[in-house]
């Protein structure tokens, strides 16, 4: 397992409360989901809009990639979801 995440991009769903992310394990895209409740937990003062949810992921973001790799590593699949539990 060789997670990294080069892909800075993200981006925020209003309909599922969530931000996606990606990382890659050489070729493979793997595609990762942060749901808003790990992200209040993070960041209780943070808003449930577009941008403020969007500030703070990025605010968090090594902690939420260090939580991810580690997801990751227990099973290799195409796609997570981080929940408040994960942190």
């Known amino acids: 397992m060789n997670l990294q995440f080069p892909n800075r991009s993200r981006s925020y769903s209003e309909t599922h409360h969530r931000i996606q992310f990606w990382g890659h394990d050489q070729s493979l895209e793997v595609s990762f989901f942060l749901e808003a409740d790990a992200l209040a937990r993070m960041q209780p003062d943070a808003l449930h809009d577009e941008a403020s949810a969007l500030r ?26 981080l929940t408040a539990r994960d942190f």
């Not at 703070?56 to 990639?65: L, P, S, V």
């Not at 939580?67 to 997570?80: F, G, N, Q």
């Open 56 to 81: 703070a992921f990025d605010a968090n973001r090594a902690r939420i990639e260090t939580a991810a790799a580690r997801i990751y590593s227990r099973h290799a699949h195409a796609s997570y979801t």
